[in-house]
Nanobody, 130 residues
Framework: QIHLVESGGASVQAGGSLRLSCKAS????????MGWFRQAPGKEREGVAA???????????VYDDSVKGRFTLSRDNAKNTMDLQMDSLKLEDTAIYYC????????????????????WGQGTQVTVSS
């Protein structure tokens, strides 16, 4: 079992920055990836960024096109945390952001799908205003 807790959500003006953090505890032998998802009101949950935490692709990060060049995912193995640095925030980045862990493959070609992820945090709200 993996327990995930997000923090860092806030309200910020467009063009600003935020840093989200996810603290993981517990362990699952089948888990080889962690990721960030977001869900805006009335929309489906979408993958933002993910990183392989096990296997031959350990450390490789994948980003959705909508955040490439603006968001950066980092992981601290010693602290078992995963951060999402969000820069140049846009109004459309407003959503609840979720941390997730799971068993992933071919993220680069299949996309950051929630179907890969079986462990989820409770979410943290990010609001971008003009």
């Amino acid at each position: 079992q993996i327990h995930l807790v997000e923090s860092g959500g806030a309200s910020v003006q467009a063009g600003g920055s935020l840093r989200l953090s996810c603290k993981a505890s517990g362990h699952s032998p089948a888990s080889n990836c962690m990721g960030w998802f977001r869900q805006a009101p009335g929309k489906e949950r979408e993958g933002v960024a993910a990183v392989y935490t096990g296997g031959s692709n350990t450390g490789d990060a994948v980003y959705d096109d909508s955040v490439k060049g603006r968001f950066t995912l980092s992981r601290d193995n010693a602290k078992n945390t995963m951060d999402l640095q969000m820069d140049s925030l846009k109004l459309e980045d407003t959503a609840i952001y979720y941390c997730a862990a799971g068993d992933c493959y071919a993220l680069e070609t299949l996309g950051i799908s929630p179907h890969f992820f079986g462990y989820w945090g409770q979410g943290t709200q990010v609001t971008v205003s003009s």
